[in-house]
């Protein structure tokens, strides 16, 4: 039990208790727990295991909520959960993973439309029921639509967080076993897109069928769905798959270029291959029946051609060409990144004080952060007025006054309401150090509503940059419609960066949308949306959407020392 699988185990109770009409506070109890345990950095099995450490210790965990969570680790399953599904038809669960549908939806269709499943849903969509429906517009229609193949069909991709943490465990759990000489994990997870269908692991090993035994004995093994000397492929409790692959060491550079791919970019090399007239397939590129390349990927690039391409570009964008032409950019990394520019505390719905923040960020040897809490408009946490928002810029400047080496910028999270006017007056948000600007209500509203409030506030004298910009919650609901070229290019002439937000389920920009907008000459900033310390580890996922966008350390503004990233902020050029 990785701790997404518990997380997952109580997200599901939350959406059951939704759908019943359970108590409110009772819902966002289990919501909250799933939040914390999906972020929490150390193994909770591990925890209840060698019980040295109490778990009504960890924020947001009362008694109830521990006893639930010796419970999943130990028996793999939460009986509340079996019971509150029980009572419900089965496909209705399956409903919730159609985009525009959450818990209330579906409570609607089941109550009103006595729609049970997928299958039901799309008959009343035919039938033209559903757009009768209170809150069910054309375009959710249309989304629903879009969605319900992959429902039908059970496809479930898991976000790119989660699959890490399951990844980690799986490779350390093999490693553990020895006799492994090289082993990585391919696939999308290695090109870091934002989710991921299945893993693909390969390894080389001098003793094939003993790794691919203690494979199909993982302890989160829930099916072993096929098994062999050199291959397996198992299924995890979570649903992840989980592919296995031994190789022999002179393939192994081959079969990470296969099963890294893309697709799509694995066809391309083929075709350049052919030009060269190589064979290029999992085994090797040969020349006839010889194998002229195949240990590493480096010498099969090199042999057609082309410089190493990192994985994260592999998806046939124009990438092979670059590469051909020595123009691959040097792409983004995490040390590169000097700050911090997304994160809330206690004061509205983050879980550290200001002072635990700028800790973790010390000890990423981050240069300076900013606290950006909500502001007022968002009730559901309490986000700050005028009055309380200087109040911690107070504390800020007291902190910073007693500081060496390190600096909190004064900021905030600035909601741009329903009408696109700010949530906070003009001189307040001059006085902030960095100010971020989200909707976060009204996001059923038309593209030309939607896109007009965010070129407002882009060509706003004090807003600095925009924050989550499609406001895409990854598996849940797409981003709103916008007409992002002309967003793009009003951020590139107003001098307003847009954000890489890094939390997990946001990842937003999408990785296509950062490349077209860095084509009309934005700038980015790069953030983790941290809701406690830990999360600022985050920032991976924001680099990683950075790579996948091609984005180098000076398109980036908080890869600059302090001085120059002020510098490089709108409000550098306004006039107070
Ligand atoms: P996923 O699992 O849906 O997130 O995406 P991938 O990219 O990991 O896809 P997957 O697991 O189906 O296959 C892993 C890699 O294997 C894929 O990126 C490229 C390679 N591959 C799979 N099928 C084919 C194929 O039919 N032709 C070629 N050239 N490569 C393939
Ligand atoms: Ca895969
Ligand atoms: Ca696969
Ligand atoms: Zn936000």
New binding site residues.
């Given amino acids: 039990m990785q701790n997404p699988d518990i997380a997952r185990l109580f997200d599901e109770v939350a959406d059951l208790l939704e759908i019943q009409d359970a108590n409110p506070f009772r819902v966002r109890a289990y919501r909250n727990a799933a939040r914390t345990i999906r972020d929490f950095p150390e193994p909770i099995a591990e925890l209840v295991r060698v019980g040295t450490r109490d778990l009504t210790d960890i924020p947001g965990i009362g008694e109830d909520l521990a006893e639930k969570i010796t419970e999943i680790v130990t028996t793999g399953e939460l009986p509340l959960r079996k019971q509150l599904a029980a009572k419900l038809p089965a496909g209705l669960l399956d409903l919730l993973r159609i985009p525009g549908l959450g818990p209330k939806r579906v409570k609607l269709l089941h109550k009103k439309l006595k729609v049970k499943s997928a299958a039901d849903l799309a008959v009343a969509l035919d039938q033209g029921r559903v757009q009768k429906l209170k809150g069910f517009g054309p375009k959710i229609e249309e989304k629903m639509r879009a969605g319900l193949g992959a429902a039908q069909q059970g496809e479930r991709?898991m976000l790119l967080h989660e699959a890490e943490t399951q990844a980690n465990a799986i490779v350390g759990y093999l490693q553990a076993g020895g006799g492994i000489a090289e082993i990585a994990v391919?696939?999308?997870y290695r090109r870091r897109?934002e989710t991921?269908?299945?893993l693909?692991i390969l390894v080389t090993s001098g003793s094939s069928p003993q790794v691919m035994d203690r494979f199909a004995e993982y302890g989160e093994v829930a099916e072993v769905v096929s098994k062999g000397d050199t291959r397996a492929t198992v299924k995890l409790r979570g649903g992840l798959q989980v592919d296995l692959r031994a190789v022999e060491p002179d393939a192994y550079g081959a079969a990470l270029v296969?099963?890294?791919?893309?697709?799509a970019h694995?066809?391309e090399l083929r075709k350049i291959a052919q030009e060269h007239s190589y064979k290029l397939n999992e085994y090797g590129l040969f020349k006839g029946t010889r194998r002229v390349a195949g240990k590493t990927e480096q010498e099969i690039y090199a042999l057609l051609g082309l410089d190493w391409i990192p994985p994260e570009l592999r998806e046939a964008r124009g990438e092979i060409t670059l590469a051909r032409e020595h123009r691959l950019p040097a792409l983004v990394t995490v040390d590169d990144i000097r700050g911090d520019l997304q994160m809330h505390t206690h004061a509205t719905d983050g879980k550290g004080t200001i002072d635990e923040m700028a800790h973790a960020a010390r000890a990423l040897r981050y240069e300076y952060i900013a606290i950006t809490d909500h502001s007022k408009r968002v009730t559901m946490a309490r986000g700050l007025d005028a009055k309380r928002l200087r109040e911690q810029w107070k504390i800020i400047d007291e902190w910073n006054a007693r500081s060496r080496g390190f600096t909190i910028l004064k900021g905030v999270e600035l909601d741009i309401l329903e009408t696109g006017k700010l949530d906070l007056p003009d001189d307040v948000l001059a006085e902030a150090d960095y100010v971020v600007a989200t909707i976060h209500y009204g996001i059923n509203q038309t593209e030309k509503q939607l896109t007009r409030r965010l070129v407002g506030a882009v060509e706003h004298p004090w807003i600095d940059a925009i924050g989550h910009p499609t406001g895409r919650i990854l598996g849940k609901r797409e981003g709103y419609p916008l007409d992002f070229d002309t967003l793009a290019r009003a951020a590139a002439a107003a001098g307003c960066l847009l954000e890489l937000n890094g939390h997990p389920e946001r990842m937003d920009l999408p990785d296509t949308l950062a490349a077209a907008a860095q084509r009309h000459g934005v700038r980015f900033v790069l953030s983790t949306d941290s809701h406690q310390p830990n999360n600022l580890s985050f920032m991976k996922y924001a680099v990683d959407l950075g790579r996948r966008a091609g984005l180098e350390a000076k398109d980036i503004v908080n890869t600059r020392p302090l001085a120059e990233f002020r510098k490089a902020l709108k409000r550098a050029t306004q006039r107070r």
């Avoid at 296969?258 to 697709?263: A, E, L, P, Q, R």
């Fill in positions: 991709r391919a696939g999308s897109r991921i269908g299945d693909d296969y099963f890294t791919g893309s697709k694995n066809i």
